[in-house]
């Protein structure tokens, strides 16, 4: 599976980004997608996910971030509002072949690029 995520970049406070992981080689509609997000000396932390008729959230994002995907366009899309400052990262994408949603980043095995979301205050 390859993964190639966009959409990030510096916003303030308060706004919104949109981000894109497109995904090639595979049968999409199958794939639990997820992202995932890392700050600066932390770890990779688990944001959303969705399968073909669930999504997850962290508790941080409830009711900011919105996962969706396009089965069509093999894409998957994180609509983030209300961004916070502690939201800035780097955030990836990534892929497994499951029903269930994990939300362990040891259990998705295609990762995409990651795109900076930089949110100042």
């Known amino acids: 599976v390859q993964l190639q995520a966009s959409g990030g970049g510096l916003v303030q406070a308060g706004g919104s980004l949109r981000l894109s992981c497109a995904a090639s080689?595979?049968?999409?509609?199958?794939?639990?997608m997820g992202w995932f997000r890392q700050a600066p000396g932390k770890e990779r932390d688990f944001v959303a996910a969705i399968s073909w008729d669930a999504t997850y959230y962290t508790d941080s994002v409830k009711g900011r971030f919105t996962i969706s995907r396009d089965n069509a366009k093999n894409t998957v899309y994180l609509q983030m509002n209300s961004l916070k400052p502690e939201d800035t990262a780097a955030y990836y994408c990534?892929?497994?072949?499951?029903?269930?949603?994990?939300?362990?980043?040891?259990?998705?095995?295609?990762w995409g690029q990651g795109t900076l979301v930089t949110v100042s205050s």
């Open positions: 990534a892929a497994v072949r499951r029903v269930t949603i994990p939300t362990n980043l040891r259990e998705y095995d295609s």
């Open positions: 080689g595979v049968t999409f509609s199958s794939y639990v």
